[in-house]
């Protein structure tokens, strides 16, 4: 394996599968496989899961609720989304510790770096709930900052499409792929890979991104191995 350490980052959308709502049995098993199957390529990972798929804070306020209050139901719902993962890790005899900015007593304890550096080294799969545990940050924002936590070699995006495009590939045919990009060239021509606040922590903590298809079984291990089926920023 290239790399030994990395921060895999899950949209809360991705959660849905098909069902286009809620959390599909079926796109939680397809992930966990895939961790599943870097884990057994001896690679420590940290997880970072949005809770789109349940409630977006900015859509929330678009819709009346205050903001803050409806960023701190999203971080509940990574809560959700994250316990989901924990439970389906768990069937396969994954070992799996589930952390968060917000914790639940009962369910998941406070994220702290020391010990996720622990719980990595001893073999644990972490799942990191409750974004930043702010309001106003994103789940983006959330996986820059686990990943600078735990010295992770790479944050790994996970998306709907193969890397990053000139434009949005699913509406535009004429869009062209980038393989590899730097810091400067993303901010320059504005790409929306993460929020800037997110891209800007890892791009200060050298932390290179890529970019890959997860729908795709067997992409992660690809990714960890070296070969080039995304985009990479650095």
């Known amino acids: 394996m290239k790399y030994s350490r990395i921060l895999l980052k899950l949209s809360g959308e991705s959660l849905q599968g098909k069902d286009g709502y809620g959390i599909s049995y079926d796109a939680v098993h397809h992930y966990a496989m895939e961790i599943k199957s870097a884990i057994e390529c001896n690679v420590q990972i940290g997880v970072v899961i949005g809770g789109g798929n349940i409630f977006r804070g900015l859509k929330g306020a678009d819709k009346g609720f205050y903001r803050a209050q409806g960023d701190y139901m999203g971080m509940l719902a990574t809560i959700i989304n994250a316990m989901a993962l924990q439970s389906v890790l ?10 968060s900015a917000l914790p639940v007593q009962g369910v998941c ?4 770096f020391k010990n996720a550096h622990q719980y990595l080294a001893e073999g644990y799969v972490i799942i990191f709930a409750g974004g930043t545990g702010n309001p106003f940050c994103t789940t983006d924002l ?14 790994i995006k996970g998306t709907r499409v193969d890397g990053v495009y000139t434009a949005d590939p699913e509406k535009d045919p004429d869009a062209e792929k980038y393989h590899v990009l730097t810091y400067e060239q993303a901010l320059e021509e504005k790409l929306a890979i993460m929020d800037l606040t997110a891209f800007t922590l890892a791009q200060e903590n050298n932390i290179p991104i890529y970019v890959y298809n997860a729908n795709q079984p067997g992409n992660l291990e690809k990714v960890l191995s070296g070969e080039e089926i995304g985009t990479i920023i650095n």
């Open 142 to 155: 959330a996986a820059a900052l686990r990943a600078a936590e735990i010295n992770a070699e790479l944050l």
């Open 109 to 112: 304890e406070k994220a702290y």
């Open 90 to 99: 768990e069937e396969y005899y994954i070992p799996v510790k589930l952390v």
